[in-house]
């Protein structure tokens, strides 16, 4: 799919889209996976996409129920998925930033290891780095 593709499936104002994924973030691509894209929307729109994805065979992955308290929380997002395609949708400007720059940067760093992929992002989005001092090798010290 391309960005056109994707306006024209949503049928919906986007504030901004782009590409991510291991099929992007990595040299030479993985191309045996699913194709990803994040997309940030107005949250006035959450709920007419939800229902538009929903009768176009996309299936809605998460435990996140859309309503107006959750639509706009900084950390969250819906996953909708149909074949190989992911639309990753977000009201949130922050989470949207957070997305791209560690999609930036897992793409500087080629990060082929999926864990590390992951950790970064994690990181990232959630501020959830495991074992950052074993991560440093030791090497941490604290100023007073």
């Given at each position: 799919m391309n960005q056109k593709e994707i306006f024209e499936l949503i049928k919906c104002p986007v504030?901004?889209?782009?590409?991510?994924?291991?099929?992007?973030?990595?040299?030479?691509?993985?191309?045996?996976?699913?194709?990803?894209?994040?997309i940030r929307i107005d949250?006035?729109?959450?709920?007419?996409?939800?229902?538009?994805?929903?009768g176009l065979g996309f299936e809605l992955g998460g435990s996140v129920c859309i309503n107006e308290r959750t639509v706009d929380s900084p950390q969250n997002f819906w996953s909708f998925t149909k074949g190989d395609v992911?639309?990753?949708?977000?009201?949130?400007?922050?989470f949207y930033t957070d997305f791209f720059n560690?999609?930036?940067?897992?793409?500087?760093?080629?990060?082929?290891?999926?864990?590390?992929?992951?950790?970064?992002?994690?990181?990232?989005?959630?501020?959830?780095?495991?074992?950052?001092?074993?991560l440093a090798n030791g090497e941490h010290n604290?100023?007073?």
């Open positions: 504030q901004g889209i782009f590409p991510c994924g291991s099929r992007v973030t990595c040299s030479p691509p993985v191309l045996d996976t699913d194709e990803d894209w994040m949250s006035k729109d959450m709920l007419y996409l939800n229902l538009r994805l929903e992911n639309l990753l949708i977000t009201c949130n400007l922050t560690a999609t930036a940067l897992a793409k500087k760093f080629n990060l082929l290891a999926k864990e590390d992929r992951v950790m970064l992002f994690q990181t990232i989005l959630y501020g959830h780095c495991p074992n950052p001092l074993e604290v100023v007073e």
